[in-house]
Nanobody, 124 residues
């Protein structure tokens, strides 16, 4: 089993940056693909970025490419999401998720464990 705790959210002006962290407990982190998702009020949860078990493969939603970077440190049981050039439409609760597989997926249904989320608010 994996417990996930996100941190690093907050209020930032448009064009600014934030770095989200997701700390995992449990012995299966290094065997899990990881994903970041977000959910804005009244909207469905959407895929943001994913990273393979080894960290060698990363995937992004089209609107995040070039602005967001996902990475992981298996020695620290932590996955990160560096968000640059933030826009007001990036405002949402951001969740990290773990999947017992080599590669991440874009559907929330593929993931086995979820964190509680961290709020990101981008002001215009």
């Amino acid at each position: 089993q994996v417990q996930l705790v996100e941190s690093g959210g907050g209020l930032v002006q448009a064009g600014g940056s934030l770095r989200l962290s997701c700390a995992a407990s449990g012995r299966t982190f290094s065997s899990s693909a990881m994903g970041w998702f977000r959910q804005a009020p009244g909207k469905e949860r959407e895929f943001v970025a994913g990273i393979s078990r080894s960290g060698g493969n990363t995937y992004y939603a089209d609107s995040m490419k070039g602005r967001f970077t996902i990475s992981r440190d298996n020695a620290k049981n932590t996955v990160y999401l560096q968000m640059n050039s933030l826009k007001p439409e990036d405002t949402a609760v951001y969740y990290c998720a773990a999947r017992s597989a080599v590669l991440p997926g874009t559907s929330p249904a593929l993931y086995d464990y979820w964190g509680q989320g961290t709020q990101v608010t981008v002001s215009s």
